[in-house]
T-cell receptor
Framework: GAVVSQHPSWVICKSGTSVKIECRSLDFQATTMFWYRQFPKQSLMLMATSNEGSKATYEQGVEKDKFLINHASLTLSTLTVTSAHPEDSSFYIC??????????FGSGTQLSVL | QQQVKQSPQSLIVQKGGISIINCAYENTAFDYFPWYQQFPGKGPALLIAIRPDVSEKKEGRFTISFNKSAKQFSLHIMDSQPGDSATYFCAASGGSNYKLTFGKGTLLTVNP
């Protein structure tokens, strides 16, 4: 299957700082990428849909000014958690849509905010 | 409103047995039904997916059964192995946006 690379795999930061997570489609172009959040032993919650060259579409209840998404190219989308607080600690996962409609996921980023 | 209901929440199977996980959906606009496998600390990996035009799809030890009239679909893992121990998620999407709605997941444990 297609490969989606997500970096970093884990990050620890101080409260009030910003953290950037990268999601790259390595062997295909992805006009659409998705960002999810997952709490321990729970399902994936869609945060936003990232479209190349246009603004991201956020799900209800997700603060767009806190979770900044940039999809600058067909192979890269970034999620920046601004002014992170301990309640933002979570597992963040991206996915990218291949041309044949299949969605492939990155390996996830564990964010811990102290 | 939970649009995709998954059961059971957890499942314990002996090595060599059949693991069966069920999902039911409500939105008749859904037309793509994938199953994902997730190991701790990793992202979900696509296992197998089906569309409503077929009632069954098999790939290796994994089979999806789909019942359009009942709005249900299930994953069968034949000859289950300890390495299959993971969390399995069903999902569904419809239309052109490909936004997946996930079930709550099933923690599968395969005992040696």
């Amino acid at each position: 299957g297609a490969v989606v690379s997500q970096h970093p795999s884990w990050v620890i930061c101080k409260s009030g700082t910003s953290v950037k997570i990268e999601c790259r489609s390595l062997d295909f172009q992805a006009t659409t990428m998705f960002w999810y959040r997952q709490f321990p032993k729970q399902s994936l919650m869609l945060m936003a849909t990232s479209n190349e060259g246009s603004k991201a579409t956020y799900e209800q209840g997700v603060e767009k000014d806190k979770f900044l998404i940039n999809h600058a190219s067909l192979t890269l989308s970034t999620l920046t958690v601004t002014s992170a607080h301990p309640e933002d600690s979570s597992f963040y996962i991206c996915s990218a849509k291949e041309n044949n409609e299949k969605l492939f996921f990155g390996s996830g980023t564990q964010l811990s905010v102290l | 409103q939970q649009q995709v209901k998954q059961s059971p929440q957890s499942l314990i199977v002996q090595k060599g047995g059949i693991s069966i996980i069920n999902c039911a959906y409500e939105n008749t606009a859904f037309d793509y039904f994938p199953w994902y496998q997730q190991f701790p600390g990793k992202g979900p990996a696509l296992l197998i997916a089906i569309r409503p035009d077929v009632s069954e799809k098999k790939e290796g030890r994994f089979t999806i059964s789909f019942n359009k009239s009942a709005k249900q679909f299930s994953l069968h893992i034949m000859d289950s192995q300890p390495g299959d121990s993971a969390t399995y998620f069903c999902a569904a999407s419809g239309g052109s946006n490909y936004k997946l709605t996930f079930g709550k997941g099933t923690l599968l444990t395969v005992n040696p």
